[in-house]
């Protein structure tokens, strides 16, 4: 693909209400959409909203261990039926006029009642949504006749099979208002091309030279990257000494960092073998599973719309993006990470190294850009996002310049176009595929 072909990523895929409200109807109400994990509801009664765009959803735990999940709107008069974000109840009230629902959207309660045509008691009850559980998470499509999740998944949910998805718990949450479209967020996640400039770190511990990098994108928009982990980057000049990350993994798994003093880029393997050999005394029983790539390397899905889920041995950072309401110039972008192994090298790092801060289901907090620290991954990130959408309002703007290695994110955008011309979601072939290892 030449580079001036991907000059079709113009201004008004990021700005535009009409581009906006057009791809609601065709993308967001047509495909499969993660909302939460299920540990997140362990109980009956147990519920989380989540602001989908111009929705509100209730997820539910049923009293016979099921997920239901609603349209968060009372059916007399279209009130919003629960404000709070996540919490427990025996049954939801309306606020309004006091109608009541069961957990499984059943109408119970109709204040004068006998004054309705029909009692509303038995006949009226909440609108529900298309949910299926997969990998721990709860998935929704608001269209009804939509292919299965796992059919929509394809190829990349066998990928995922390897991990301990359903035993994970989220040990830290950040919900940030941003002052850009989820689709400028969503291309961020589509690339490791970046990390060298606004990630400068990651260096340290990661291999982001897209020679390194294993990329398989699928028909339907899907994609997987996989980057060398526990290893500095080439980029770093010859001699770099190994930064604090390794060292502190090395020593993790009874490793010195000294013995790698001129064979920097050897830590990778020796992590693989030692973790192997190590594994199973640790408790970390879950590593059977997982190849030895697994233990060490990131594997990056990016789910088609919305969802960029980071997996490496210990667990996964969930990185989302919906939109704000009906402004295209804002979007919800989620930052969560979830572990089956609390006291990992990536769970403490992920919760900025305190111990104290490792804990089950920690609640999610919502922040405006700008106002509250955004934790290790997304505060790297956010300033850029939002400097780029004032970037596609400008007249300077003349259009995306990809390299090869950005190809995800035109691919990405081709399944946008594909769906709001009318096109099904249940292209699963992979369009290509490249092994740089």
Same mark, same amino acid.
């Given at each position: 693909m030449g580079?001036?072909? $991907?000059r #079709?990523?113009d201004?008004k895929? /990021?700005?535009?209400?009409?581009?906006a409200?057009?791809e609601w109807?065709?993308?967001?109400s047509?495909?499969? &959409?993660l909302?939460?994990h299920? +540990?997140?509801?362990?109980?009956?009664g147990d519920?989380?909203?989540?602001?989908? +765009?111009?929705?509100?959803?209730?997820s @539910?735990r049923q009293?016979? =261990?099921?997920?239901?999940?609603f !349209?968060?709107?009372?059916?007399?008069?279209?009130?919003?039926?629960?404000?709070? =974000?996540?919490? #427990?109840?025996?049954a939801?009230?309306?606020?309004y006029?006091g109608?009541k629902?069961?957990?499984?959207g059943?109408?119970? $309660?109709?204040?004068?009642a006998?004054d309705f045509?029909? *009692?509303?008691? +038995?006949?009226l009850r909440l609108?529900d949504?298309r949910c299926e559980?997969l990998g721990?998470?709860?998935w929704?499509?608001?269209?009804?006749?939509?292919?299965?999740l796992?059919?929509?998944?394809?190829?990349?949910w066998?990928?995922l099979?390897? !991990?301990?998805?359903?035993?994970?718990k989220?040990i830290?949450g950040t919900s940030v208002?941003?002052?850009? *479209?989820?689709k400028?967020?969503?291309?961020?996640?589509?690339?490791? /091309? $970046?990390? %060298?400039a606004a990630?400068?770190i990651?260096?340290?511990?990661?291999?982001?030279?897209?020679?390194k990098t294993?990329?398989?994108?699928?028909?339907?928009?899907?994609?997987?990257?996989?980057?060398?982990?526990?290893i500095?980057?080439?980029?770093?000049?010859k001699?770099t000494?190994?930064?604090?990350q390794?060292a502190q993994?090395l020593?993790?798994?009874? &490793?010195?960092?000294?013995d790698?003093v001129?064979r920097?880029?050897?830590?990778?393997?020796?992590?693989?073998?030692?973790?192997r050999a190590?594994? %199973?005394s640790?408790?970390m029983?879950?590593?059977?599973r997982?190849?030895?790539?697994q233990?060490?390397?990131? !594997? $990056?899905?990016t789910l088609?719309? *919305?969802s960029?889920?980071?997996?490496?041995a210990?667990g @996964?950072l969930? &990185?989302r %993006?919906?939109?704000?309401?009906?402004d295209?110039?804002r979007c919800?972008l989620d930052?969560?990470?979830?572990?089956?192994?609390t006291g990992s090298f990536?769970?403490?790092?992920?919760?900025? =190294?305190a111990d104290?801060?490792?804990?089950d289901?920690?609640?999610?907090?919502?922040v405006? /850009?700008?106002?509250?620290?955004?934790?290790?991954?997304l505060?790297?990130d956010?300033?850029?996002l939002?400097?780029q959408?004032e970037?596609?309002r400008?007249?300077?703007?003349r +259009?995306?310049?990809?390299?090869?290695?950005?190809?995800?994110?035109?691919?990405y955008?081709?399944m946008?176009?594909?769906m709001?011309?009318?096109?099904?979601?249940?292209?699963?072939a992979?369009?290509s595929?490249e092994n #740089?290892?």
């Open positions: 580079i001036e072909q $991907h #079709s990523l201004a895929r /990021y700005t535009s209400r009409d581009f409200e057009r109807e065709s993308v967001w047509r495909n499969w &959409l909302l939460v299920e +540990g997140e509801l362990p109980d009956a519920f989380v909203v989540s602001k989908v +765009g111009r929705e509100s959803i209730l @539910v009293d016979d =261990g099921s997920i239901k999940c !349209y968060n709107i009372c059916q007399h008069r279209g009130n919003q039926l629960v404000t709070t =974000g996540e919490g #427990s109840l025996s939801f009230t309306c606020g006029h109608w629902y069961a957990l499984d059943a109408c119970t $309660h109709a204040q004068d006998e045509p029909v *009692n509303p008691c +038995g006949t609108a949504i559980v721990g998470f709860v929704i499509n608001m269209d009804p006749d939509a292919i299965d796992k059919a929509y998944l394809g190829p990349v066998d990928m099979q390897t !991990y301990p998805s359903d035993q994970l989220r830290s208002r941003m002052p850009c *479209n989820w400028t967020a969503m291309d961020n996640f589509h690339e490791s /091309y $970046h990390i %060298a990630h400068p990651g260096l340290h511990y990661m291999e982001d030279h897209y020679s294993q990329t398989t994108e699928f028909g339907n928009g899907h994609a997987v990257s996989i980057n060398h982990g526990s500095q980057a080439e980029r770093l000049p001699g000494p190994i930064g604090p390794i993994e020593i993790e798994w009874g &490793l010195d960092p000294a790698f001129g920097e880029r050897d830590t990778r393997i020796a992590l693989q073998q030692q973790k190590l594994a %199973a640790k408790g029983d879950h590593y059977a997982l190849s030895d790539d233990l060490t390397d990131p !594997y $990056h899905f088609f719309p *919305n960029a889920l980071t997996f490496n210990d @996964v969930l &990185l %993006a919906t939109p704000d309401g009906d295209p110039n919800i930052t969560w990470f979830y572990t089956a192994a990536w769970a403490k790092m992920l919760t900025n =190294g104290d801060n490792i804990t289901n920690v609640p999610r907090d919502l405006e /850009y700008g106002e509250a620290n955004l934790g290790p991954i505060s790297d956010a300033w850029v939002a400097a959408q970037g596609f400008s007249r300077g703007y +259009g995306a310049v990809l390299a090869r290695q950005e190809s995800r994110i035109a691919q955008h081709a946008i176009d594909h709001m011309a009318g096109g099904s979601a249940a292209i699963l992979p369009l595929s #740089s290892k």
